[in-house]
């Protein structure tokens, strides 16, 4: 097994770790190899951290900004100074090349950053009142214990994501990460607890049992919040639970992001920016390329300069410096891939390159397909794998329409040159992010968060506090 000393193997309630029985395994999914074994928690253990967060949170919230503030500091300096083990741990459980694990690390800190700085400019207003004898003062004030429920994609940054933002408001915070990347986790844990984050702010419960730990974090009665990454039918699930004790809800769900490529466009800097849109972390990213939309004037053009890109990447284990993309979390998903790929090829698409691999059962190879229609499998899922269907397109109307016709509205990208084309475009494009002349779009400045099915609520930016934040209205009379 993996030896580091930021390795842990079991959950983290009210600053101690959590021992068990049973224990499962994680297992690095370039060999199928075992990193650790980590101790198996339990409804029980979940009860415990909403009680140990439910204890901390008055002493927590009433904290001045300032001292929260650089209590988060310190997570993000300790995140930095241990950026290269905590990559490391992550491309073991999660796969993904060691450079996007280490910017992995650089991004899930600059939420710390940002929040710490963010927190302590929590604005509230007045307002003129009815009568003379009246004040309207608005403030605002932590929600309460926040739960959390995120996924193996992005096993440090989507918590980071959420746990700084809640923490700088004044909440404390309960998260179930994915059994199969619990080590990012917990590796956090053990971060927080050296900036000396008091017991009971942040707790992690790594257990096997989703359904039974997601019902306690949907329905207990002390959550206040619940924050959710992962999938739409996941999320609408999780949706109604959360439903029975009215709770504050934000998601971050499903994406069907279309990368358009207009004639006006910088071809060479477009397939740049597709490469990786669509390939970063093997394609497992709900913001990235799920279809790529090219103008007819310029197909055969950027085509064949994709397809030579995308042969240049180098695939194999994510610790080999070399590799461009890793192997896929499970040989399930890899099926999941394969079946889309098959189906849409026997419907008419041409497969240019890929569409397979010799790595071993969690990889599959860079893919590309031609002549893909809107309705093939291929482009009306979500294709959580490194497939890029390519989708002609005659006019710019027809781009958006194509663009617009999915239950999704998470991201979207697009190159152009054109000032007009890109201010119509941006407006009409029906998803909550867009990338315009840029494949990679997220930052901590920026407010994260999808539209329709994709989900509701935004996390970072000066926007990210407001999910974590109940306004309270003061109406002070007798003056």
Not at 66 to 82: D, Q, T, Y
Not at 268 to 297: F, W
Not at 300 to 327: H, I, M, W
């Amino acid at each position: 097994m993996y030896q580091s000393k930021l390795l842990k193997n079991a959950s983290y309630i009210n600053g101690q770790w959590s021992s068990s029985k049973v224990h499962f395994e994680v297992t690095n999914p370039y060999h199928n190899q075992l990193v650790a074994k980590v101790a198996n928690a339990d409804v029980a253990e979940t009860e415990q951290a909403v009680l140990a967060a439910k204890t901390a949170l008055k002493k927590w919230s009433s904290m001045s900004a300032n001292s929260r503030c650089a209590l988060l500091r310190k997570w993000f300096e300790l995140m930095m100074l241990n950026q290269d083990e905590l990559a490391e741990i992550l491309t073991l459980e999660q796969g993904k090349p060691l450079a996007e694990a280490k910017g992995e690390i650089a991004y899930g800190a600059s939420f710390m950053e940002w929040f710490a700085e963010e927190g302590k400019r929590v604005y509230g207003d007045t307002i003129q009142g009815p009568s003379s004898d009246k004040r309207i003062v608005v403030i605002k004030q932590p929600v309460g214990v926040v739960a959390a429920i995120t996924p193996w994609n992005f096993p440090n940054a989507m918590i980071a994501r959420k746990a700084a933002a809640a923490l700088a408001a004044g909440c404390t915070f309960v998260v179930r990460p994915a059994t199969l990347t619990p080590l990012s986790a917990l590796a956090m844990a053990e971060l927080s607890e050296q900036a000396g984050i008091p017991p009971g702010v942040f707790n992690v419960v790594v257990g096997t049992n989703s359904r039974g730990i997601g019902e306690v974090l949907t329905t207990h009665k002390d959550v206040a919040k619940f924050t959710f990454t992962g999938s739409t039918d996941v999320g609408k699930t999780l949706i109604k639970q959360c439903a029975s004790t009215v709770k504050k809800v934000s998601m971050e769900l499903g994406g069907n992001a279309p990368f358009i490529i207009f004639e006006d466009a910088d071809i060479d800097a477009a397939v740049a920016g597709a490469i990786v849109s669509k390939y970063r972390n093997a394609g497992q990213t709900c913001v990235c390329t799920n279809r790529i939309l090219v103008q007819e004037s310029v197909l055969t053009a950027f085509t064949d300069k994709f397809v030579k890109a995308v042969n240049a990447l180098q695939l194999g284990n994510g610790l080999d410096a070399s590799v461009n993309v890793g192997p896929m979390i499970s040989s399930n998903a890899v099926t999941d891939v394969k079946q889309l790929v098959d189906a849409s090829v026997a419907a008419g698409a041409k497969l240019l390159t890929g569409g397979d691999s010799d790595l071993g059962s969690n990889f599959y190879q860079a893919t590309v397909l031609a002549n893909v229609t809107n309705d093939m499998p291929i482009a009306a899922n979500e294709v959580f794998g490194p497939v890029a269907p390519i989708i002609s397109f005659s006019t710019e109307q027809e781009a958006i329409d194509i663009a617009n016709d999915t239950e999704y509205g998470l991201a979207a990208y697009f190159y152009a040159r054109d000032i007009g084309r890109v201010w119509r475009v941006s407006e009409a494009l029906e998803f909550g992010m867009i990338g315009i002349n840029d494949g990679i779009i997220s930052n901590a400045a920026a407010p994260f968060g999808g539209v329709k099915q994709s989900g509701s609520g935004r996390e970072g930016s000066k926007y990210g506090l407001d999910d974590y934040m109940e306004i309270k209205y003061l109406c002070m009379g007798g003056i």
